[in-house]
């Protein structure tokens, strides 16, 4: 089972709109990191934002991390058609954890033109 | 630099028998790491990788096991297959050690009938 949840699970919007993702995760993580997937294929990687961060900005995106809550939210904006795809955050743990990457179930993004 | 790539990327299979699946990372990554990706379970880690050493494990039964050889390619092999395991694995590396970004490969998908 997955270690997140990610709200909602599908979001449509129109081009140029922004689109904000949320993810929550249940254990204490080194980092937080946001990949996407296009129809199947492999994850591109995002944006990581470390524990010790509150706020991450890479051109159009916007991720923050609250380790209060363990919780976190990616804003696209300006969103365009080429932006729908399956968005997932994955928790990267401390250094026993390695490389290991605990997945949230994903947002499917529909961006209609 | 060439990405992550994985061979075959598609496979069908019958019941009962195995498979091995390869992966080749990112020259200069000594990290891989698997994963199997399912509509009903989502993404699950199956295991890391690093200098020819398993460093972490997920949980999945033993039907499932891989190696890594000296030159960082990675071997995944599950025997005695099942209808279950029908999924998209994904392989992926990182730099220098982990709790980091990773970088996927395109994937395997394998179907078992």
């Known amino acids: 089972s997955q270690q997140g949840e990610e709200d909602p699970q599908a979001l449509s919007i129109q081009e140029g709109e922004n689109a904000t993702m949320n993810c929550s995760y249940k254990t204490s993580i080194n980092n937080l990191q946001w990949y996407r997937q296009n129809s199947g294929r492999g994850l591109v990687h995002l944006i990581l934002?470390?524990?010790?961060?509150r706020e991450k900005h890479s051109g159009r995106l916007r991720v923050t991390l609250d380790t209060s809550k363990k919780s976190s939210s990616l804003l696209i904006t300006a969103s365009r058609a080429a932006d729908t795809a399956s968005y997932f955050c994955?928790?990267?743990?401390?250094?026993?954890?390695?490389?290991?990457?605990?997945f949230g179930e994903g947002t499917q993004l529909t961006v209609n033109p | 630099k060439a990405g992550v790539t994985q061979t075959p990327r598609y496979l069908i299979k019958t019941r009962g028998q195995q498979v091995t699946l390869s992966c080749s990372p990112i020259?200069?990554?000594?990290?891989v790491s698997w994963y199997q990706q399912t509509p009903g379970q989502g993404l699950q880690f199956l295991f890391e990788y690093f200098s020819e050493t398993q460093r972490n494990k997920g949980n999945f039964p033993g039907r499932f096991s891989g190696r890594q050889f000296s030159n960082s390619r990675s071997e995944m092999n599950v025997s005695t297959l099942e209808l279950g395991d029908s999924a998209l694995y994904l392989c992926?590396?990182?730099?220098?050690?982990?709790?980091?970004?990773?970088?996927f490969g395109p994937g395997t998908r394998l179907t078992v009938t």
């Open positions: 020259s200069g990554h000594r990290s």
């Open positions: 994955a928790a990267g743990g401390g250094e026993t954890s390695g490389s290991r990457l605990t």
């Open positions: 934002i470390r524990s010790n961060e």
């Open positions: 992926a590396s990182s730099f220098p050690q982990g709790s980091g970004e990773q970088y």
